[in-house]
C-alpha cells in the first residue's frame, strides 16, 4: 500500500509520536509511506522518519492557511490511503479529498477539543467528519465522547489503542544519566502547553522535602516561562529540573523513581504507557484519558490536589514494597498496548477498506 499520513507538525508530542511508530511500523512492512506536515520544524520524530526512508513533505504554509488545501489535493490521488491527525489537517484533508477517489482515514486522538465548546465550530466540526471514510478513536471513552459529539453518524468508527515499543523502554540503561542517588526523582514528560498540569506536581513537591525529592519536567511549550515563575515563587529552583526536548526518553524515564502525569485532560497517553514500561510506579491525575488507562495498575489522585499528590508521593518512597507492587502491575498494563498490536490494527484496517 501507499500510505500519506497528514499531520500539524513532527515537534514532540503523542499524536506525532504516533505518526513516526506507525509510519516505521508499516514501512517495516514494505509498504510507502510519507507524511505531509504544516510545521517544516527538523525534529527528532523528522530525523528518524527520512533516515529510515519515509518522506516528510513541507506545504510551506502556516497551520491554518488554506493554501494548504490545494497542495494536499494535488497529492491525494498519488496513494491508496491518506490519514489525518488533528484539527487543521483534518479540515483540510477532508475538504482537499472532496470528489476524489482516494479513501481518507482520521484519528481521534484526544477525548476532547476547543471546537467542541463552540457551536459554530463544533458544526463545522461534525460536517466535516462525515466526509471520511473511516474514524479511529485511541480509546473507548474518545470513542464514546465523539459518538456523542457527532450525534447521529453513519461513518464507521472503530477504537485502536496508541502502542508503545514496551520493551525498548523496559530494557533502557540509565547509567549514562547523572542524578543524586539520595533523592526520590519525580519525572513527567509533557509538553508544556495548556492542557497539561505541571503545576500540580510543583505544588505537590512544595509540600514534601525538597533535600529528599526532585522533579524532572522533560518537553519545552508556550508555558514555559509560566511553569519556571511557579518554581520561583514556590522556591523549589533547586529541586526542579528542566530536561528541555529530549531524544532518550527512556533513560530519564529508568533513571527515576516515580512516573507522573498530571493533566487535565487525556486522549490515550503515550507518556503514560511509556511511564509504566520502564517498571517504575505511575502516578496520574483522574482525568479522562488517564484514569482509564491507570485505574487498577498506577495510582490516582483527584485533579489539581497538590496534597493528595504529596502523600501519594510520600507514601511510595517510604515504602518499597508498595512502590515495587505498583510498578510492577503498571508494567503489565503497559504490555496490553504493546505497539506492534496497533501497527496490526491500522493496516488491518487500510486493506480492510481498500477490499
Known amino acids: 500500500m501507499k500510505i500519506l499520513q497528514v499531520i500539524t507538525s513532527l515537534l514532540p508530542g503523542g499524536a506525532e509520536k504516533i505518526v513516526t511508530d506507525l509510519s516505521l511500523g508499516l514501512k517495516d512492512r514494505s509498504h510507502e509511506v510519507d507524511i505531509v506536515v504544516f510545521d ?21 504554509h502556516s497551520f491554518f492557511s488554506p493554501l494548504n488545501i490545494p497542495a494536499l489535493r494535488r497529492m491525494i490521488a498519488d496513494y491508496d490511503i491518506v490519514h489525518s491527525h488533528n484539527s487543521s489537517p483534518q479540515l483540510f484533508t477532508a475538504i482537499a479529498a472532496y470528489r476524489k477517489n482516494t479513501p481518507i482515514v482520521t484519528t481521534e486522538h484526544n477525548t476532547t477539543n476547543r ?40 461513518i464507521p468508527c472503530s477504537v485502536i489503542p496508541n502502542g508503545v515499543d514496551v520493551a525498548s523502554f523496559h530494557e533502557a540503561s540509565s547509567k549514562n544519566i547523572s542524578r543524586d542517588p539520595n533523592k526520590t526523582i519525580i519525572t513527567e514528560v509533557a509538553g508544556f502547553r495548556p492542557q497539561k498540569d505541571q503545576d500540580t506536581l510543583l505544588r505537590a513537591l512544595a509540600l514534601l522535602p525538597t533535600n529528599q525529592f526532585e522533579v524532572w519536567l522533560v518537553g519545552d511549550g508556550e508555558r514555559r516561562a509560566k511553569l519556571e515563575e ?13 530536561w528541555g526536548l529530549r531524544d532518550d526518553i527512556p533513560q530519564l524515564l529508568k533513571a527515576s523513581d516515580i512516573i507522573c502525569m498530571s493533566s487535565h485532560y487525556e486522549g490515550l497517553s503515550l507518556s503514560s504507557i511509556e511511564g509504566m514500561s520502564v517498571g517504575r510506579p505511575f502516578v496520574a491525575s483522574d482525568v479522562n484519558g488517564l484514569h482509564e488507562i491507570t485505574e487498577g495498575a498506577g495510582l490516582l489522585f483527584p485533579h489539581q490536589d497538590a496534597q493528595a499528590l504529596a502523600t501519594l508521593l510520600s507514601q511510595l518512597a517510604n515504602d518499597p514494597t508498595f512502590a515495587n507492587d505498583i510498578a510492577q502491575r503498571c508494567y503489565q498494563r503497559a504490555l496490553q498496548f504493546d505497539l506492534q498490536k496497533m501497527v496490526d490494527a491500522y493496516e488491518a484496517l487500510y486493506r480492510n477498506i481498500l477490499q
Open 115 to 154: 471546537k467542541r465548546q463552540h457551536k459554530l465550530l463544533a458544526f463545522v466540526d461534525r460536517c466535516m467528519y462525515k466526509h471520511y471514510t473511516h474514524i479511529v478513536c485511541i480509546s473507548p471513552l474518545t470513542h464514546t465522547l465523539l459518538l456523542q459529539h457527532l450525534g447521529s453518524c453513519s
Open 40 to 60: 517544516g520544524s527538523d525534529t527528532p520524530f523528522k530525523q528518524r522518519l527520512k533516515k529510515n526512508g519515509c518522506r516528510v513533505f513541507y506545504l510551506g
Open 230 to 242: 511557579l518554581v520561583h515563587e514556590l522556591h523549589i529552583e533547586k529541586a526542579v529540573k528542566f
